[in-house]
T-cell receptor
Framework: ELKVEQNPLFLSMQEGKNYTIYCNYS?????LYWYRQDPGKSLESLFV???NGAVKQEGRLMASLDTKARLSTLHITAAVHDLSATYFC?????WGGGADGLTFGKGTHLIIQP | GAVVSQHPSWVICKSGTSVKIECRSL??????MFWYRQFPKKSLMLMAT?????????EQGVEKDKFLINHASLTLSTLTVTSAHPEDSSFYIC????????????FGEGSRLTVL
């Protein structure tokens, strides 16, 4: 059974600081996604990581994937209040057959204080 | 990216009634769609995989008779919560894979069900 663990589950930080969210998973996979969820809303896709060593950046967020370590990171640089949200990583075992859904981590609830 | 639309966005119903939620892929065809459930402050849990033209595949612990899934066309899947009870109150989200080479999943806006 695939397990996806995010750390930390809750994070409160000040604007301007840097921090990293970690996502470990238990089964070999080379596809991992990061999503953002605002209260009462559905998921917003942030990054699609498709291979070992993949690194993607968008604004103050950067995500990376190490398939050998089964680890993905989401790094926040110089945080701003607008980044406050819940962030989920999700591992994809279904590509190819397309028959499986994603397995999500528990989410990291991020609060950025002015 | 591809667009997945859900309807209704929210619904309040009485205990014992049935509620249908629709999930549509607006600009692509989806042979497979996925239904997730999310309780407050929790993560998403896969309920079932909806397959066009065949029976849905349910995850362990999900009652087939309570959560009826129909995938009648390549752009529409429906989830019917039958004889709803307050414990079925949740946020239901569907998703489908896009057709480009990333295989990325796109999510609907979600449907919030409250059963009184």
């Amino acid at each position: 059974e695939l397990k996806v663990e995010q750390n930390p589950l809750f994070l409160s930080m000040q604007e301007g600081k840097n921090y990293t969210i970690y996502c470990n998973y238990s089964t070999t996979s080379d596809r991992l996604y990061w999503y953002r969820q605002d209260p009462g809303k559905s998921l917003e896709s942030l990054f699609v990581l498709l291979s070992n060593g993949a690194v993607k950046q968008e604004g103050r967020l950067m995500a990376s994937l190490d398939t050998k370590a089964r680890l993905s990171t989401l790094h926040i640089t110089a945080a701003v209040h607008d980044l406050s949200a819940t962030y989920f990583c999700a591992v994809d075992l279904g590509w190819g057959g397309g028959a499986d859904g994603l397995t999500f981590g528990k989410g990291t609830h991020l609060i950025i204080q002015p | 990216g591809a667009v997945v639309s859900q309807h209704p966005s929210w619904v309040i119903c009485k205990s014992g009634t049935s509620v249908k939620i629709e999930c549509r892929s607006l600009d692509f065809q989806a042979t497979t769609m996925f239904w997730y459930r999310q309780f407050p402050k929790k993560s998403l849990m896969l309920m079932a995989t909806s397959n066009e033209g065949s029976k849905a595949t349910y995850e362990q612990g999900v009652e087939k008779d309570k959560f009826l899934i129909n995938h009648a066309s390549l752009t529409l899947s429906t989830l019917t919560v039958t004889s709803a009870h307050p414990e079925d109150s949740s946020f239901y989200i569907c998703s489908a894979r896009g057709t480009d080479n990333t295989g990325e999943l796109f999510f609907g806006e979600g449907s919030r069900l409250t059963v009184l």
